[in-house]
């Protein structure tokens, strides 16, 4: 696995989507365990893919990869979209069990506090209480 220096070296302001789900996989990848890790890793995978189509949408017949271009602030924004519209109508790596889909969704909400802990987006994740 790669070590601390091949983290990208940047300011913060600088890093891209890329830049960042790279720290973030390394981040936990000794604090997770093969399972749980494997399923980080095809969460940033999906997403990646799906905030792609999202910035393409416009671009008629061009698929452009953007994650290694755009800032990642705006990717809390992408989260109700990842899941309802890209996740829920798909079988991605065959995750279609409710446990496993369950788990996207907490890892949708530890990925986005972790962006705002970070100070790569200004986006705070509220969740609501259902009282």
């Given at each position: 696995?790669?070590?601390?220096?091949?983290?990208?070296?940047?300011?913060?302001?600088?890093?891209?989507?890329?830049?960042?789900?790279?720290?973030?996989?390394?981040?936990?990848?000794?604090?997770?365990?093969?399972?749980?890790?494997?399923?980080?890793?095809?969460?940033?995978?999906?997403?990646?893919?799906?905030?792609?189509?999202s910035k393409n949408k416009d671009n008629t017949g061009q698929k452009?990869?953007?994650?290694?271009?755009?800032?990642?602030?705006?990717?809390?924004?992408?989260?109700?979209?990842?899941?309802?519209?890209?996740?829920?109508?798909?079988?991605?790596?065959?995750?279609?069990?409710?446990?496993?889909?369950?788990?996207?969704?907490?890892?949708?909400?530890?990925?986005?506090?972790?962006?705002?802990?970070?100070?790569?987006?200004?986006?705070?994740?509220?969740l609501a209480s259902s009282s």
């Open positions: 696995m790669a070590n601390a220096s091949t983290l990208p070296d940047k300011p913060k302001n600088e890093k891209t989507c890329d830049d960042v789900f790279f720290e973030y996989l390394y981040t936990f990848k000794d604090k997770a365990n093969d399972k749980y890790f494997s399923l980080l890793m095809k969460f940033v995978l999906l997403f990646r893919e799906c905030y792609d189509i452009k990869a953007v994650t290694n271009e755009l800032t990642p602030e705006g990717l809390p924004d992408l989260c109700n979209e990842f899941y309802g519209e890209f996740m829920e109508p798909n079988n991605f790596f065959d995750i279609d069990e409710q446990d496993e889909r369950n788990e996207i969704i907490e890892i949708i909400q530890h990925f986005c506090i972790w962006l705002f802990k970070n100070e790569y987006t200004k986006s705070k994740l509220s």
